[in-house]
Nanobody, 122 residues
Framework: VQLQASGGGLAQPGGSLRLSCSAS????????MAWFRQGPGNKREGILC???????HYIEAVKGRFTISRDNAGNTVYLQMNNLKPEDTAVYYC?????????????????WGQGTQVTVSS
């Protein structure tokens, strides 16, 4: 049972990246999904999520630039990141949770991906 995050890399400011998070060993469609990031010296922060019914929630810092989507048939959730900024540099993690709100504690998430590095620099 695992989540596998991929798609990170180096992008220029204003550029785009698309992250993927693939589930194996469980049905991703049965869970709400979130993306977190942890920049250098920062705490891990939840940035957006998509519920099982397709409802999405974003923090202000990424609204209008990042889009979360899910392909339940493909057992994958995506994070499309546009107009990237240097402050988006971080390790990005996907996580699965139940309930209608993102849990406050890391331990309350059912599954975590291993993280993928995103670096935004010219």
């Amino acid at each position: 049972v695992q989540l596998q995050a991929s798609g990170g890399g180096l992008a220029q400011p204003g550029g785009s990246l698309r992250l993927s998070c693939s589930a194996s060993g469980f049905t991703l469609g049965a869970y709400n999904m979130a993306w977190f990031r942890q920049g250098p010296g920062n705490k891990r922060e939840g940035i957006l999520c998509i519920l099982r019914n397709g409802e999405t929630h974003y923090i202000e810092a990424v609204k209008g630039r990042f889009t979360i989507s899910r392909d339940n048939a493909g057992n994958t959730v995506y994070l499309q990141m546009n107009n990237l900024k240097p402050e988006d540099t971080a390790v990005y993690y996907c996580a699965a949770f139940t309930g209608s709100l993102m849990p406050e504690y890391v331990s309350d998430y059912a599954y975590w991906g291993q993280g993928t590095q995103v670096t935004v620099s010219s």
